[in-house]
């Protein structure tokens, strides 16, 4: 056998089943598409579900891929078993209602034995215990024999969904010797140790559930294959894990270079070296597919992912950033595969640096509440954190439990791990429980009993238009009519109606017959490409089959269309100015207002903002004629139109080109940029770390916004008696000015009146050892704290050697002043001392500098006694009597 790479093997792959007549396809982006059920692509099959259940017709009933796959319930065994990966490639051979097993079984030996040869003594298939089909194709065809072919249960070779479609399966082990397994007696293919790795799983799509367990030969079989591509490579390399193929094997070494710590030296370490391996593959993967890190769903997958590996760095050693260096080297073994890596390769580390930057304080703040905890349980002489207190840290602060036991034993202390870890099984049964109900629902739905054409969209070009009525839907079921009143959806054959999606809001406007009418308010596309108008019968009834006029809401429609002509305009500007950087990172447009989300680092300048808002606002009046083509997806991409992140295309694509921006989007747009009449942000700011929001209006909503401003400029106007827009700016500063004056003058009477009092209270200074002494309350009806420090301030201006302490007592507060002039502190008198000395004396407490220091007291009773003491603790200062 040929030492195959990993890069060389794909391509053997999906050479061989092209020349099996499939059709070859790209793989599908991580993010699936048009399926709630799903957080991330987790096999081959996965983003073909509407060609196996029939919803949509496949392109061809041969298909081939290898499909880039996230399994997160993998992570647990990353790093400890040699065969998962939360990331791996999934190569695999789909047939739709065309061949079936015995295709399907030669073909997989086949490619295994012949075209690589593998050894067959080595390989050991598997079937589900009672398809004896499979058995006999694997004996009588392939000349296996029977005592090789282990028979499995449900558990392991029977593919169930709960309801739909399901079927056996039969894999194909792989040997790698006895020194790879656990020695028990009934070690064999199936068990858990890595001697005998699964390689390929053959999944034969051959019943129905109704999902109540009862199980009906489906009248259309398919095939469903997945090889991960990892694992073949691990058996074709003879290595000892997926860790060691050729293309994985340089990020380990990578790791190793970056920590100084050596690979398969200590189990322990090696643990961390292959998480952190796996972990920056999927982070890496995830990133170009578009999803980015936040505190949900699949943003939140990859948040835990690349903090997984930030860790497990800092156990290694690690004490910089690493991670956002490491992903060159994961984008340099894959580019070949996937070229849109190197393309985004400035923008992947970019991420990942922040995130990382991000985790750092996250782990500081963490030990900060950590050490705080610890100080807490100290004082009442515990030992033991609580798994509460531990899962707290783990759950809001992403502070890890390892990390914390770890910290903690540096305090002699522990924690209640088994608490914690009831804790961490209640959340994981909150989680599954939630993806169940998610599952559920996308596997339901209704069946409107129609064929798979999807309905025709006419609205490109019309805004009116005859159709039929196919079904009607009231109260959650298929019904023949729909009656005054009755809320429902309609299907139509062919409709003007813009349904909800890539991010333009639908249409709205009437479905009718004679009176009969019933109001749109919604547009959503079914799987199999219906469009459902949802909606009120305002008045009459609507059966099945009826002639109906379908009508848009025309005025609707073109503050939409402006709106997202808007979009492409300032996604253009956003790219000049900006920079290439920028990416569209989401959008939704409704009536001449839409958010638009783009991927850039720091929050914008008033001067960008001004120049983005200039140029989209010169684009609409220089009147670009929009001009939309269709054309196949790769001239498109020699054009440089911009692709979205994430998206799938089919093989035609739309480009909408205006002035020098070109896109791909199934939108509908103005034929002039003119058309949008004005545009106008409203707001910019960021809604997740690397990613910016700016909220912007068009059209009518830029006219209503000036209205808005005219009326506040009017009430202003007349709050200042009068003047037009252009003069209220200096009427206004002429008030201020005013405004200021009258400041001025109240600041100088206080002064002055301060200065008086000031004075007075300094005729009445006794003198100890050459300092001027006063202790007194100061008894003045407009007195606030700000006088009493002006008076203060201005006695240690006056006259060096003084020693004031002044007492007031307002709403039965008392607070007391000592202030000390130079001298008195070149004497050894401080104000900060002498404060705190004699407010004891009253119950209060009080400190500060040596000139200045304040307190208070809470028994004003002894206010008086406190001041007497002023004396003594000055002579006992300066040492006089
Ligand atoms: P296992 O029992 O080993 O976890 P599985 O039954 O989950 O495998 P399938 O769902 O049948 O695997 O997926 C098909 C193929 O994908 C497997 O035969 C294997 O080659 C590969 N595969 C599955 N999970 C992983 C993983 N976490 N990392 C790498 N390859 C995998
Ligand atoms: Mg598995």
């Given at each position: 056998m040929k030492n195959y790479g990993l890069n060389e093997l794909r391509e053997m792959f999906l050479a061989f089943f092209e020349e099996k007549d499939h059709l070859r396809l790209p793989s599908f982006p991580l993010i699936p598409r048009n399926d709630a059920s799903l957080l991330l692509i987790n096999s081959g099959m996965a983003p073909m579900k509407p060609w196996f259940t029939g919803e949509q017709d496949p392109p061809r009933k041969r298909v081939c891929t290898c499909q880039k796959c996230i399994r997160t319930g993998d992570i647990e065994n990353v790093g400890k078993t040699s065969r998962h990966g939360t990331y791996f490639e999934m190569l695999g051979n789909f047939s739709f209602g065309d061949y079936f097993k015995k295709e399907a079984i030669i073909w997989c030996w086949e490619f295994l034995t012949?075209?690589?040869?593998?050894?067959?003594?080595?390989l050991y298939p598997s079937v589900y215990y009672e398809d004896d089909q499979a058995f006999d194709i694997w004996v009588?065809?392939?000349?296996?024999?029977?005592?090789?072919i282990a028979k499995l249960g449900k558990d392991d070779n029977f593919w169930d969904h709960g309801s739909g479609p399901c079927g056996p399966c039969s894999e194909v082990y792989y040997d790698r010797g006895?020194?790879?397994?656990?020695?028990?007696?009934?070690?064999?293919?199936?068990?858990?140790?890595?001697?005998?790795?699964?390689?390929w799983n053959n999944v034969f799509t051959q019943f129905d559930n109704d999902g109540s367990g009862n199980y009906s030969e489906l009248s259309q079989k398919n095939i469903d294959t997945g090889m991960g591509l990892e694992r073949l490579a691990c058996v074709c390399q003879g290595v000892g894990g997926l860790f060691e193929v050729d293309t994985v094997m340089s990020i380990i070494n990578k790791v190793s270079e970056i920590s100084g710590v050596a690979y398969k030296h200590d189990p322990e370490t090696d643990v961390s070296i292959r998480v952190i391996t796996d972990h920056i593959r999927s982070a890496t993967m995830m990133i170009c597919d578009g999803v980015l890190p936040t505190n949900e769903g699949r943003g939140y997958v990859l948040r835990r992912l690349l903090r997984r590996a930030a860790r497990h760095g800092r156990l290694l050693g690690i004490k910089c950033l690493f991670l956002c260096n490491l992903c060159d080297t994961v984008i340099r073994e894959n580019k070949e595969a996937y070229p849109d890596l190197a393309d985004k390769a400035g923008f992947i580390a970019r991420i990942i640096r922040i995130e990382e930057e991000n985790f750092g304080k996250t782990i500081d703040a963490g030990s900060a509440i950590l050490n705080g905890l610890i100080q807490e349980y100290a004082t009442r002489g515990e030992t033991m954190l609580s798994g509460a207190d531990a899962f707290k840290l783990y759950d809001t602060y992403g502070f890890p439990l390892d990390l914390t036991i770890e910290i903690l034993a540096e305090n002699r202390m522990t924690t209640d791990e088994s608490a914690f870890q009831e804790l961490m099984e209640e959340q994981r049964v909150r989680a599954r429980k939630a993806r169940e109900a998610l599952g559920d629902l996308a596997w339901a739905?209704?069946?409107?009993?129609?064929?798979?054409t999807p309905s025709e969209f006419t609205g490109y070009t019309n805004t009116s238009g005859i159709s039929t009525i196919l079904a009607i839907v009231t109260q959650g079921e298929v019904s023949s009519y729909i009656r005054e009143g009755d809320e429902g959806i309609i299907v139509l054959d062919k409709t003007p109606f813009y349904a909800e999606m890539g991010g333009q809001c639908a249409d709205f406007g009437t479905i009718s017959k004679g009176d009969a009418v019933f109001e749109v308010t919604g547009v959503l596309i079914s799987n199999g490409g219906k469009y459902l108008h949802h909606g009120t019968m305002l008045t009459g009834d609507l059966s099945d089959d009826d002639t109906v006029t379908a009508k848009i809401d025309i005025p609707r429609r073109r503050a939409i269309m402006r709106a997202h002509s808007a979009t492409h305009l300032l996604h253009e500007a956003l790219q000049t100015v900006?920079?290439?950087?920028?990416?569209?990172?989401g959008s939704f447009v409704e009536p001449d207002r839409f958010r638009f989300d783009f991927t850039h680092f720091s929050a914008l300048t008033k001067e960008e903002l001004a120049v983005i808002e200039r140029r989209v606002n010169d684009d609409i009046l220089d009147g670009y004629e929009v001009t939309v083509e269709e054309m196949p997806f790769t001239e498109a991409n020699k054009l440089g139109a911009m692709a979205l992140f994430g998206e799938k295309y089919g093989d035609t694509v739309r480009v909408v080109r205006m002035g020098s921006s070109i896109e791909l989007c199934g939108g509908t747009h103005l034929d002039n940029t003119a058309k949008a009449g004005s545009f106008s942000i409203i707001s910019e700011f960021s809604v997740a770390s690397g990613v910016r929001r700016i909220e912007a209006i068009t059209g009518k909503n830029t006219l209503e916004a000036l209205n808005t401003l005219r009326g506040h400029m009017s009430v202003l106007s007349g709050m200042l008696k009068g003047g037009a827009p252009e003069e209220l700016p200096g009427k206004l500063e002429m008030h201020m000015s005013m405004l200021r004056e009258l400041r001025h003058k109240l600041d100088a009477a206080v002064s002055k009146d301060a200065n008086d009092e000031a004075r007075r209270i300094l005729t009445g200074a006794r003198t100890i050892g050459g300092l001027k002494v006063i202790s007194v309350v100061v008894e003045d009806v407009d007195l606030d704290i700000d006088k009493l420090r002006h008076i203060e301030d201005t006695l240690r201006d006056w006259e060096a050697g003084v020693v004031a302490v002044l007492a007031a007592v307002r709403d039965d507060k008392v607070t007391i002043m000592a202030g000390c002039g130079k001298t008195a502190i070149e004497k050894g008198v401080k104000a900060g001392e002498l404060i705190r000395e004699i407010a004891k004396i009253c119950g209060g407490s009080g400190g500060g500098k040596p000139d200045f220091a304040m307190g208070g007291c809470?028994?004003?009773?002894?206010l008086r006694e406190a001041l007497d003491a002023v004396d003594g603790f000055i002579t006992s200062k300066i040492g006089v009597s």
């Open positions: 012949e075209r690589l040869g593998l050894d067959p003594e080595l009588n065809e392939v000349g296996i024999a029977p005592h090789r006895e020194e790879n397994g656990c020695h028990s007696p009934d070690c064999a293919p199936g068990c858990d140790c890595d001697r005998y790795v699964e390689i739905g209704i069946d409107l009993g129609l064929d798979n900006l920079g290439e950087h920028v990416r569209q990172a809470k028994d004003a009773g002894k």
